[in-house]
């Protein structure tokens, strides 16, 4: 069992910035590969992004060149560093172990002025 908790989220104004973590437990993390996926009101959850053990990312097209993930083995931790924010992208963000049904409980990001 892995509990991975999500933080950062919150209210931001388009063209602003925010940095996401999702801290795992257990002593494993180094072996995962993390996804950020994102739901928005009545729509389905989508990947986001995705980084590898070696620390290769893959991204959405339409978050490229604006998200990177990142990960910090010593402190079990995935981030979500998020610039160039638009109203699409509000939405409750969530992390996850790939292949796995261990979700965090989410983070709410808004983008509005």
């Known amino acids: 069992q892995v509990q991975l908790v999500e933080s950062g989220g919150g209210l931001v104004q388009p063209g602003g910035s925010l940095r996401l973590s999702c801290a795992a437990s257990?002593?494993?993390?180094?072996?995962?590969?993390m996804n950020w996926y994102r739901q928005a009101p009545e729509k389905q959850r989508e990947l986001v992004a995705t980084i590898d053990t070696n620390g290769r990312t893959n991204y959405v097209d339409v978050v490229k060149s604006r998200f990177t993930i990142s990960r910090d083995n010593a402190k079990n931790t995935v981030y979500l560093q998020m610039s160039s924010l638009k109203p699409e992208d509000t939405a409750i963000y969530f992390c996850?172990?790939?292949?796995?049904?261990?979700w965090g409980q989410g983070t709410q990001v808004t983008v509005s002025s």
């Open positions: 257990g002593s494993m993390f180094s072996y995962y590969v």
């Open positions: 996850n172990v790939r292949g796995t049904q261990f």
